[in-house]
């Protein structure tokens, strides 16, 4: 019989982090490919409307400005180039096209509201609109769903569109320090200290969404108790887990020839 081949050393396994840049110009470069990337998976799951959804990006050195989606252009087809940068006033400072100007103020209330929050995402997905028009929070009935336990809030505020940055403050204040908001008959809105974070709680919370409003049609779902479920955020509800989380779907969605660097 012979010997059992010996284990590798943990620190010669592959493991993905996210990435440090050199300078803001190389990490302009990356959210900007992310955020294109992430708004073309969402578009290739639907979650768009028309001309509704908007997702933003801090730019990591001009103060105040944010790169985001043109309005009117499809999701699935946007590329880096596409992108615009708007200041905090919602004009646009670099690009081809004219920015929603409605989704804007709501986006820009909340980066000024949350430094931390390098991305905000808001699209009209179908179960976060169906979870929003009944008013509820995401319920601690799965492991993925403790990751939202006492980190997202409600907000009942107006449901229609104005271009209104009281609107947007109203929006922040309900946010708080949390990862998400469930926007009354709107959907869902999520932040995170990355691209990669933001997009995957948006993600994460729509599934969620869609467990839910599942069970509730078979049954009475049973809650998670409520140390077990801080116990469970505590382990899953950090931006690092989350960015970890979105990159076997950012890897799925590259080409292979063309595969983006984690």
Known sequence: MTDAPSPIAVDQLQFALPPVHESPGAERAYRKDRLAGVLRIFGRLGYEEGVSGQITARD?????????????????????????????????????????????????QVHRARPDAVA??????????????????????????CAFYQDHALHSGCAGVAVDPDQGRRVAAALGPRKAVVLRHRGLLTVGGSIDAAAWWFLSMERCARVQLTARAAGEPIQIE??????????????????????????????PEHESPL
């Open 120 to 145: 905000v995402v808001h699209t009209h997905s179908p179960y976060g609109r169906a979870l929003a028009a009944l008013g509820e929070p995401v319920e601690p009935i799965t492991q993925e769903a």
């Open 226 to 255: 409520h140390r077990d479920a801080i116990a469970i955020r505590e382990q899953l509800g950090t931006d690092l887990v989350a960015w970890i989380s979105f990159q076997p779907l950012w890897r799925q969605s590259q080409p």
């Open 60 to 108: 990591p050195e001009l103060a105040d400005c944010l790169w985001t989606n043109p309005f009117g252009l499809p999701f699935a087809r946007l590329t880096a180039a596409d992108l615009v940068l708007v200041n905090e006033h919602g004009q646009v400072v670099e690009g081809r096209h004219r920015v929603n100007q409605a989704a804007f103020a709501v986006h820009a």
